[in-house]
């Protein structure tokens, strides 16, 4: 009878140990695995705080997250388009596609940012990305703002006339009759276009580049030669020849006159302007466009796609004061005044 008890006991004790031991593998791997779902659909907020905007926003995409400028601030102590503050905090773990609010810092950039405040009545601005330059501007003037500078470039998909970027941002609060600057695509190149190249010998240099203009093309090069009959600036001789067919958008040589003390009077005023700077890293590629703004009016001296951190080389000439204008990816990102 003893032995029957304890055999009894024992698989009692057997079974509850089996079903405890059960009762806690299930426990585990539920944990474990409900843990694994809630680290695949969330991450951890980076912190961006003291990033300029660029890379923030290259940081955040690598994350899964959207990053949203809630306002832009003018403070002189810090650099230009750099976070001051983020909302969600560093090292908060939120959902995939999750908003990243942050603060910018307009600095002291003159002609963009300097119209904006931080007091109430202000505008918030919206996106007019994609839209006809027409329908921006009745957009802007509903809201009492202003179409500022306009800047064409070229560009592979959106047709002529529509806003590639703007500057400031959408969402960005500025105040009534503020000034908002546009970056519009002038259309793309077709290079199966023909056209036949115009006579321009004899005519003045400047007058040579608008006939040229005129039929789709550009000065590709200059070669200066000596004349004793005729003054400084006039077109002697020109590559492709006047009534050949080339490409629009291809570019012509020109041999121009030297002249003497005024031609080099005139070549003394221009300046070489030489840029070199890196850009921040990024997984995907950055165009850059270089703009300047100086006494020959407003052009696009560059434009190239490059690599995240790659050293940009620019050389161009300039003439009296004005500025250029970095913009990457359609973004402004820096701006330097020619004295």
Do not use: C
């Amino acid at each position: 009878m003893r032995l029957r008890l304890l055999e009894f006991l024992g698989r009692v004790f057997g079974a509850a140990f089996f079903f405890g031991f059960g009762l806690f593998v299930s426990f585990f791997v539920g944990f474990v695995f409900f843990e694994q779902y809630i680290t695949g659909k969330s991450v951890s907020v980076p912190d961006v705080r003291n990033m300029t905007l660029l890379e923030a926003l290259n940081q955040s995409a690598r994350l899964g997250l959207r990053l949203e400028v809630e306002s832009i601030v003018q403070d002189a102590s810090s650099p230009s388009l750099v976070v001051l503050q983020q909302n969600p905090p560093p090292g908060v773990r939120v959902k995939k596609n999750s908003q990243l609010r942050v603060v910018v810092n307009g600095g002291a950039l003159s002609g963009t940012l300097s119209e904006l405040s931080s007091v109430q009545g202000q505008v918030i601005l919206p996106d007019i990305r994609n839209k006809s330059l027409e329908e921006a501007q009745s957009i802007l003037e509903a809201q009492g703002l202003r179409v500022g500078r306009v800047v064409e470039v070229r560009h592979e998909t959106l047709p002529r006339g529509y806003v590639i970027s703007q500057n400031p941002p959408p969402q960005a609060r500025l105040s009534p009759g503020g000034l908002v600057h546009l970056l519009v695509s002038a259309g793309k190149v077709n290079a199966t276009e023909e056209v036949q190249v115009p006579d321009v010998v004899g005519l003045r240099l400047e007058e040579a580049q608008e006939v040229l203009a005129q039929s789709g093309l550009s000065v590709e090069a200059l070669e200066e030669v000596l004349s004793k009959e005729r003054p400084g600036g006039i077109v002697v001789g020109q590559n492709p020849e006047a009534g050949e067919r080339v490409s629009k958008g291809s570019g012509v040589r020109l041999q121009v006159t030297k002249g003497g003390e005024e031609r080099q009077r005139e070549t003394e005023k221009q300046k070489a302007l030489n840029l070199r700077f890196v850009l921040p890293s990024s997984q995907n590629p950055i165009t850059v466009q270089v703009v300047v703004q100086d006494a020959l009016g407003e052009r696009v001296v560059y434009e190239r796609e490059h690599r995240g951190e790659e050293l940009v080389e620019v050389s161009t000439s300039t003439q009296g004061q004005g500025k250029v204008i970095i913009f990457l990816n359609g973004y402004y990102y820096w701006e330097k005044k020619l004295e």
